[in-house]
């Protein structure tokens, strides 16, 4: 039961460009949604959150956007920097959270 | 303040046998949560428990169970192993039940079946 779908296992970007991960769900009553980041040999740490009575984030060089009417939800890094290549998760639900795939992020110097 | 902590980090062990992982949550939080990470999969939810009781529980077989002691500290066990049960375990740790948005995660233990 894929509640949440990272549909694109990897990204690769040009360090200072933009890159944008993106993320869909199918049930309209989560009402919360979150992005992790992964390194290699770590847990999964929290980057960024956004509740559904709004539309947009921003906490630096990460903005989330949601598009609830398309069940859709972005995440984007702004430059892009080398320190940034992970695996980036993200979840929603309504107080249990259910993840994605994740996609594996690579920033090119 | 101590973050979550997963043992072992590495385990190899090989087909039909049984594993024990074990969890200590951030001091002062209660509910549990585990997660299993493989390629492709992403996290898929195992269990939660909260004050010693499982209060939430993925789709998972039988063979994974769990529980939680009363110092919140909580062990995973997966029974008659099998090679498709090789993956990241990972445990997170929150201050209340049903608060997975605001959860801390362990490093993982890895398992490898042989």
């Known amino acids: 039961d894929q509640q949440v779908k990272q549909n694109s296992p990897s990204l690769s970007v040009q360090e200072g460009r933009i890159s944008i991960l993106n993320c869909d769900y199918t049930n309209s009553m989560f009402d919360y949604f979150l992005w992790y980041k992964k390194y290699p040999a770590e847990g999964p740490t929290f980057l960024i959150s956004?509740?559904?009575?709004?539309d947009k984030n921003e906490d630096g060089r990460f903005t989330v956007f949601l598009n609830k009417s398309a069940k859709h939800l972005s995440l984007h890094i702004v430059p892009s920097q080398p320190g940034d290549s992970a695996v980036y998760f993200c979840?929603?639900?309504?107080?249990?959270?259910?993840f994605g795939a994740g996609t594996r992020l690579t920033v090119k110097p | 303040k101590a973050g979550v902590t997963q043992t072992p980090r590495y385990l190899i062990k090989t087909r039909g046998q049984q594993v024990t992982l074990s969890c200590s949550p951030i001091s002062g939080h209660r509910s549990v949560s585990w997660y299993q990470q493989t390629p492709g999969q992403g996290l898929q939810f195992l269990f939660e428990y909260f004050s010693e009781t499982q209060r939430n529980k993925g789709n998972f077989p039988g063979r994974f169970s769990g529980r939680q002691f009363s110092n919140s500290r909580s062990e995973m066990n997966v029974s008659t192993l099998e090679l498709g049960d090789s993956a990241l375990y990972l445990c997170?740790?929150?201050?209340?039940?049903?608060?997975?948005?605001?959860?801390?995660f362990g490093p993982g233990t890895r398992l490898t079946v042989t």
């Open positions: 997170a740790s929150s201050l209340a039940a049903g608060q997975s948005y605001e959860q801390y």
């Open positions: 956004i509740s559904s009575i709004k």
């Open positions: 979840a929603a639900g309504r107080g249990d959270m259910r």
